[in-house]
């Protein structure tokens, strides 16, 4: 084959040309992609943009739903909710945007939940919905009018009052409630599956731009989940509490945590409290004396050793009823010493008393004080009672006021009945827009159990344990720590001391594993008419089979019956499914003192660690005042994980370490 002197040059041509054309191409593909990017970015940012705004108008619908549920206006709450369902129904066009970077592997993942959690969020805040249908059944039963809802709103007395409503219309109102507790748990679900979905989004780093959208929601959320929580819970106690299927009758436990003892606190006070379709329908409340000095000769249960031994009493009277830190067990022990006592008495004229309770109810100082913040101060005959004074002014008057104003003594406690009975009339005339607060301070009160109920229903009191409000000394972790104490005559020493609790977990030099716990007491007050030295029988709870090696700080009794400072016996019991240590210990004011257990752990609590799994309950005393807690567990191992978690710079050795304050039972756990 023959060429021409050009072909080689051609052929060059040709190749250069192809060569551009395919770079033309690859540019202006290229370029189509940079520009597709640019668009789809674009729309991305448009969306996010949009999905933001009706986002923020969702928000300001749930609060506008918020406060016309405040103001009791629930058709106009049920209004607001929809317009948020129909913000969630528009921010979904933007949604579908967003979504279209789910092929994307590092952040396909986060934005599929983040589009899962809108969605959910949606469904709840339209569960919302039937909860004001709830609320408008209940404004309708109790016959206001918008004039007297008004009124409420505006925090003025109306011309009815929930004080003023009929037995047969508070019935019916709280049966409406009580037969919402399935729909009210529904809804707390559809919450907690939000709660998870923006937790889990929460850990992310790839969403987080798009978490901006969903905080104001989360707020809303979270401040709505505790007054629906105690609502579900509350509307379950109604029918045993507040009489709503037939009349209640409730021992009620003024227990003085200024003289703490195991279950709360001295019971220096009682009252019988019926109720009746949600109405209080008699409440008397006497000192607890009264009854005991009444039924004395006759009485022959012999109290707790330790209460002879170092509170000088040898039978066991209601007013020490509370020995077990276990609420339901005190009680039981309440009711039945109650009762006891009052089949001795002939004449009851001037004791209240009932021949059967259907529950108890045990309310500390700390209770009221906080309920006195809401109502603003109370005045009883010449004595004014504020948050700040109630606690030191109700004991100033029952152990000295009532002589200057010439008050027997039996009758020195009266002005207690008096005063429960206006605070109840206060709470009830606290506008709608304040209820939630009653509800928030109730609720704190149960978890830091200055508030204590038991029902003799079994049913309502497995559901009363459930949630923490029964004062049950329970665990369901390998290991458990209680330290209880009982104030044995020494006044109202209680609020001068100081408490720290430090826990240890390691191994000797024999490599063994061992506990410790550390308690120390600061002594913070002077001797006057409230305060002396303080005298504590000591109680360490731990799981059943832990072994006592040796103890510190124990007396054979305080500095002036002991002055040597002999040293005190420490009792080992097994009670509550726990084992028990308990001794004396006793502190001077203005001094300092610790006292020390140390123990070999049980079987099941080493076992965990073997497995690399340790989980630990620290239980609060129920009317301790919330005291500081150091944990130290030395692992011999390196920690994984732990819930609560370190501070980030003790992270990555083989121990936990956490201080914190105790004030509600704590659950920590931990992975080697």
Known sequence: MSHTTNFLHHTQTDVVKQKRRRTRLVRMILLFVFFAILFWTMALLAASAYVAVHMFDAKQDMLEAKEFAQELIFEDAQVALQHAVDSFDSARVGLSVIASVQWIPVVGRSVELFVDSIHSSELFIEALIPLFDLGDDLVRLSGLSKEELMKMQQGMTPEITFGDLSSETKQAILARLSASAEDLDLLLARMDIVNEELLLLSEDVQIQPFLVFLDPIKQQLDQMRASLSILSIGARLLPDFAGLDQPATLLLLFLNNTELRPAGGFIGSYGVLKTFSGDISQLETADVYTLDDAAASK??????????????????????????????????????????????IEDLTEIPSSKAFDGVIGITPDYVADLLVLTGPITIGSQTFTSENIIDALEYQVEFGYKTQGIPVHQR??????????????????????????????????KEKQLLLYSTNSQTQEMLQSVGWAGSVASSTSDTLMVVDANLASLKSDPAVERSVQYELFKNASEQWIGRVSITYNHKGVFDWKTTRYRTYTRVYLPLGSTLIRSRGSWLNDKTQNPTKAVGPVDQVDELGFTSFGTFTSVEPGEQSMLVFEFQPSTQVIQQIEVDQYDLTVLKQAGAQNNALTIDLDFDKNVTHARPSEDAQQWGDDRYRLNTILDQDLEIYVSL
Do not use: C, H
Not at 311 to 320: G, L, Q, V, Y
């Open 299 to 344: 009485i022959q249960r012999t109290a707790p050793t330790p209460l002879q031994t170092y509170n000088a009493t040898t039978k066991w009277f209601f007013r020490d009823a509370n020995w077990s830190p276990d609420f339901p067990a005190s009680s039981q022990a309440a009711m039945s010493l109650f009762l006891e006592e009052v089949g001795f």
């Open 413 to 446: 406690k009266a002005l207690l009945a008096d005063l429960v009975n206006e605070l109840k009339s206060r709470l009830y005339q606290l506008p709608s827009k304040r209820w939630e607060e009653v509800l928030r301070v109730t609720q704190k009160a149960l």
